[in-house]
């Protein structure tokens, strides 16, 4: 896909966000403005974010100002307290290289209805044993950072395929990386997810899907699609959206995953200088509001995803 293609899609997919919203790019400039101007007055923070940033957080939180200023705060904070995740999440670091070595994991080049972003990852073969699947979460979140950075978007759908997946990988999945996951979800990236998919599934996942569907809260559990085979999944996506290994009309994902990697060559400053930014809790305005941004624990988890 060109640049020019490219421009234009993501001209459209910010027209139908900002219509499906009911407001205009005066209104979202007037919101940019006041967010930098209350930057301005936090010391603790370590930037003030650019504007494509600021409008990803207003847009993802339909304009709600107040909720904005949380979730970018959660944003920056987690970057010091998710040490598991953000400690190794440099693109050009060997964790993320094995994390990339391991799985594709590439943001589609279309928005789903104009709306939602969608992420594809699919393991690969020969997974190391040793491979820590924080890594990956890093590798989802640095994803992202592109991707706000690229286009307009409300939120997320997540697609996992998981065809090379085995009981041993499995048990990698441990309480505190479920933990670590529900809170990159809500602090570290900034919305909660659409929906996630899951595809390709093992016989075994199907007794997971069983066990979390008796102990989850209903509206959550209802996100979750199980696909045992693709096409029952291309019949939940329109074709242009999916790419050909997918029976979709979109580049394969090597090229698709291809164009990502060099996007993350593009954007190595940023990471590093992500890598710089620390939140100062001395210097927070009010040091008791942010409790339950920072220290979101094991309790917070089963509340938030598993309690009726």
Not at 5 to 15: A, S
Not at 86 to 107: G, H, R, T, Y
């Amino acid at each position: 896909m060109d640049k020019n293609t490219q421009d234009d899609i993501t001209t459209k997919h910010r027209e139908a966000i900002l219509k499906y919203l009911g407001k205009s790019e005066e209104d979202l400039a007037e919101c940019v403005k006041l967010m930098k101007s209350w930057f301005k007055t936090q010391p603790h923070l370590p930037e003030v974010p650019n504007t494509k940033k600021i409008e990803f957080y207003v847009v993802n939180n339909t304009f709600n100002l107040e909720s904005a200023k949380t979730k970018i705060d959660q944003f920056y904070t987690s970057r010091s307290t998710l040490t598991a995740i953000f400690d190794n999440s440099n693109p050009k670091s060997p964790e993320q290289k094995a994390a990339i070595d391991s799985a594709q994991i590439v943001p589609l080049p279309k928005l789903y209805d104009d709306l939602y972003g969608v992420i594809l990852f699919k393991m690969r073969e020969n997974i190391p044993v040793n491979l820590d699947p924080h890594w990956w979460l890093g590798a989802l979140v640095n994803a992202h950072e592109v991707k706000i950075h690229e286009c307009l978007m409300l939120n997320y759908i997540v697609v996992y395929d998981l065809e090379h997946m085995t009981l041993g990988h499995l048990l990698k999945i441990t309480p505190m990386f479920a933990v670590n996951s529900s809170k990159i979800s809500e602090n570290g990236l900034g919305e909660r997810l659409k929906e996630v998919h899951f595809i390709n599934c093992p016989p075994f996942f199907q007794i997971i899907m069983n066990i979390l569907r008796a102990v989850m809260r209903a509206d959550f559990f209802s996100r979750l699609h199980i696909h045992h085979t693709v096409d029952s999944f291309r019949q939940r996506f329109p074709s242009e959206l999916l790419p050909k290994d997918y029976g979709g009309n979109e580049k394969c994902m090597d090229e698709l995953e291809a164009a990502w990697i060099k996007k993350y060559e593009e954007y190595q400053e940023h990471f590093d200088r992500l890598d710089t930014l620390r939140v100062d809790e001395s210097l927070r305005p009010n040091p008791d509001v942010p409790k339950d941004l920072i220290g979101l624990g094991f309790d917070h988890f089963r509340k938030m995803f598993f309690d009726s």
